[in-house]
Every structure is written in structure tokens, then in C-alpha cells.
């Protein structure tokens, strides 16, 4: 797993399974060229008119799994 606050500062050469990101508070939950980008969104007050969310994360030996769990 590779964490960085803001998805455009990801280096798409890393070596990784999963980019964990954060800033926009937009939830996320999605594949591309096989890494898993993955954004829990926010569980805080309300911002803009974003979902209110938190994300949950699997890791075994099927291999990294998300999901978004919307709260309210």
C-alpha cells in the first residue's frame, strides 16, 4: 500500500497494490491498471454536498479489497 494525501501526487511507477489518498473527501473505491485507488471520503461534518462516508480495507490472500460505507 502506498498512502499520499493527494492523488496527483502519486508517482504511477511506484511499486504497490493500493494508493491510499485523501484531500478531496470524495469517496473512492476503484481499480485502475490493476492498483486499487482508494479514497474513504470523510466522517466529519458535512463538506460541500459530498456523501458522509467512512472506507474499510481487506488485505489476504485474494488481495486488497475496499469498501465505502455511507453513514448518513
Known amino acids: ?4 494525501h ?14 491510499l489518498h ?3 473527501h ?10 486499487l485507488l482508494f479514497n474513504p471520503g470523510a466522517a466529519g461534518k458535512r463538506r460541500f454536498k459530498l456523501p458522509i462516508t467512512l472506507g474499510k480495507l ?3 490472500e485474494r488481495g486488497v ?4 460505507i455511507h453513514l448518513l
Open 65 to 68: 479489497r475496499g469498501a465505502i
Open 6 to 19: 493527494r492523488l496527483e501526487d502519486f508517482v504511477p511507477t511506484t511499486f504497490c497494490d493500493a494508493v
Open 1 to 4: 500500500m502506498h498512502l499520499v
Open 22 to 24: 485523501g484531500h478531496s
Open 26 to 35: 470524495k469517496p473512492r473505491n476503484e481499480y485502475q491498471a490493476d492498483k
Open 58 to 60: 481487506w488485505v489476504d
